[in-house]
């Protein structure tokens, strides 16, 4: 069991990537993982586009938005360290029952299955979906829920002591990610 909640432990949210391309298997992987994922009532409503052309991995990068928590000339990867590789989720709004916990669990099986090749994400929610979608082509019905950044880690990325309730992430000496987690006493509201 401690191998698995390490391994939860050290997939993190990574914003810094060196340039090696993630190969072809991995990336099916991450896809199969998606595919696969729980779903309620087993309705599949979620689609994907794999972005991994390096012109194409620079446009969306100009689209998305990283580090909230940062000034951009700290979160903003460097031109050096972009990520290979994007995937954009989709819900297909043609299809009954599309909603967000289905799409969480595919996100986190992406993620965990890309994490499990040594290949880092992060998870975008803020997004220029219309410039996207615009770029990309989709259909109508296709409403674009997150971009999901991949590449090989250029930094670490930790889960520390929350302090006075702040949850802002952080960059510590070395540029590596310093995440804030509240205590389990503060989350479990009790045991009945």
């Known amino acids: 069991m401690q191998d698995f909640m390490q391994f939860l432990r050290t997939r993190r949210t990574y914003r810094r990537f060196k340039q090696t391309p993630v190969p072809a298997a991995v990336v099916d992987d991450i896809l199969e993982a998606a ?3 729980s779903c ?4 599949q409503t979620l689609k994907y586009l794999v972005v991994q052309s390096p012109e194409q991995v620079k446009t969306v990068n100009g689209l998305v938005h990283w580090a909230a928590y940062l ?8 031109p050096e360290e972009c990520p290979t590789l994007f995937i954009a989720v989709f819900q297909d709004d043609a299809l009954p029952g599309a909603n967000d916990t289905d799409a969480g669990l595919a996100l986190g099986s992406m993620t965990a299955a890309a994490w499990s090749h040594g290949v880092g994400s992060c998870i975008m929610g803020a997004i ?29 990325s930790r889960v520390v002591e929350m302090h006075d309730g ?5 960059l510590d ?10 205590p389990l006493s503060e989350i479990l509201l009790g045991r009945i």
Do not use: W
């Open 128 to 156: 220029d979906r219309p410039a996207l979608c615009n770029l990309f082509g989709t259909a109508s019905s296709l409403r674009l829920h997150s971009m999901v950044a991949f590449g090989y880690p250029a930094h670490e």
């Open 166 to 170: 702040d949850v802002r992430y952080y």
């Open 40 to 43: 309620g009532a087993n309705r």
């Open 35 to 37: 595919r696969i994922a």
């Open 71 to 78: 000034p951009p000339e700290q979160g903003t990867p460097k």
């Open 173 to 182: 000496d070395a540029r590596d990610y310093c995440v804030p987690k509240r």
